[in-house]
């Protein structure tokens, strides 16, 4: 079972890391016009999310790497929980209904680890 972990810890990572680096390194005004974000909301929250997402995507690794450390990985995953459910009143909000699938697993996925790790 460990192997299985490992695995969706990995695919967690893949899948968290585009994220956080588009909420880093995009200007505001290129989010706002891709329709990241709202004109309104500080550009200083859309940045702590991006590091906090780069953040748990490096305690989803580091704990393979270390082969302890698995705390760090499952309050991680719960931190990945939030955000999908953020993600996911989100894209309700704009209609973007699309998403949703890929939304939805990761959001098993890191349930999956989360009761795992603990």
Do not use: C
């Amino acid at each position: 079972m460990e192997n299985y972990s490992w695995i969706i810890q990995v695919l967690l990572a893949v899948f968290f890391t585009m994220p956080g680096l588009m909420k880093i390194k995009t200007s505001k005004e290129a989010l706002v016009a891709k329709g990241n974000m709202p004109p309104d909301v500080s550009i200083s929250f859309i940045r702590f999310l991006g590091v906090s997402e780069l953040l748990g995507v490096l305690a989803m690794i580091v704990p393979i790497w270390l082969k302890e450390l698995h705390i760090l990985t499952a309050l991680a995953a719960i931190g990945f929980i939030f955000v999908m459910i953020g993600a996911l009143v989100v894209h309700y909000k704009k209609k973007e209904f699309k998403k949703f699938p890929i939304l939805i697993l990761a959001l098993v996925l890191s349930v999956l680890v989360s009761i795992y790790n603990f």
